[in-house]
T-cell receptor, first 115, second 109 residues
Framework: DAGVIQSPRHEVTEMGQEVTLRCKPISGHDYLFWYRQTMMRGLELLIYFNNNVPIDDSGMPEDRFSAKMPNASFSTLKIQPSEPRDSAVYFC?????????????FGDGTRLSIL | GQNIDQPTEMTATEGAIVQINCTYQTSGFNGLFWYQQHAGEAPTFLSYNVLDGLEEKGRFSSFLSRSKGYSYLLLKELQMKDSASYLCAYGGSQGNLIFGKGTKLSVKP
């Protein structure tokens, strides 16, 4: 079975540029999560969706970050304009339900470097 | 509030047993998860506890005490491949997970 698929795996770009990260959740999973991971702050939840609807975006650091889920099989996380402090690994995860007792399945992540 | 704590690093010897502790404080709790994350890879699910007690799964066991806000992950017969970060997380009331910063375990020969 295909797991959570993220693209690109690596992204290196100059500050000020727009960055778009993509995620395809596991088919049939109702919940989709975007995380950012750094050495200093660990794994931080940015935003999550239930049935394509954003539920909680309180973790989004600022207005430069936006996320969409136009359908059940695709989500994007966009940073515009990007800054060096946005450099991190960005993970997408999905889970079957929102009961809180279902494990989340993570994609391989996007390693983002902003120069 | 949402607080979850675990040690930053631990070192153990191949073949030994190691226990990684996790404490949490939350007003909404929906189970305790443990994930394993090898360097440069994604977190992968290890275990889930929702009731008090010990859950055993091969060489790995996980314990939960809800009244104490405490969990631990027990790894037996350590192998070199067990060197990784171990993340504990509790389930929130809306389907989300709140993660600790992870414990980096180094297994030495």
């Amino acid at each position: 079975d295909a797991g959570v698929i993220q693209s690109p795996r690596h992204e290196v770009t100059e500050m000020g540029q727009e960055v778009t990260l993509r995620c395809k959740p596991i088919s049939g999973h109702d919940y989709l999560f975007w995380y950012r991971q750094t050495m200093m702050r660990g794994l931080e939840l940015l935003i999550y969706f239930n049935n394509n609807v954003p539920i909680d975006d309180s973790g989004m650091p600022e207005d430069r970050f936006s996320a969409k889920m136009p359908n059940a099989s695709f989500s994007t996380l966009k940073i515009q304009p990007s800054e060096p402090r946005d450099s991190a690994v960005y993970f997408c995860a999905s889970s079957p339900s929102g009961d809180g007792n279902q494990p989340q399945h993570f994609g391989d992540g996007t390693r983002l470097s902003i120069l | 509030g949402q607080n979850i704590d675990q040690p930053t690093e631990m070192t153990a010897t191949e073949g030994a047993i190691v226990q990684i502790n996790c404490t949490y404080q939350t007003s909404g709790f929906n189970g305790l998860f443990w994930y394993q994350q090898h360097a440069g890879e994604a977190p992968t699910f290890l275990s889930y506890n929702v009731l008090d007690g010990l859950e055993e799964k091969g060489r790995f066991s996980s314990f939960l005490s809800r009244s104490k806000g405490y969990s631990y992950l027990l790894l037996k017969e350590l192998q070199m491949k067990d060197s990784a970060s171990y993340l504990c997380a509790y389930g929130g009331s809306q389907g989300n997970l709140i993660f600790g910063k992870g414990t980096k375990l180094s297994v030495k020969p």
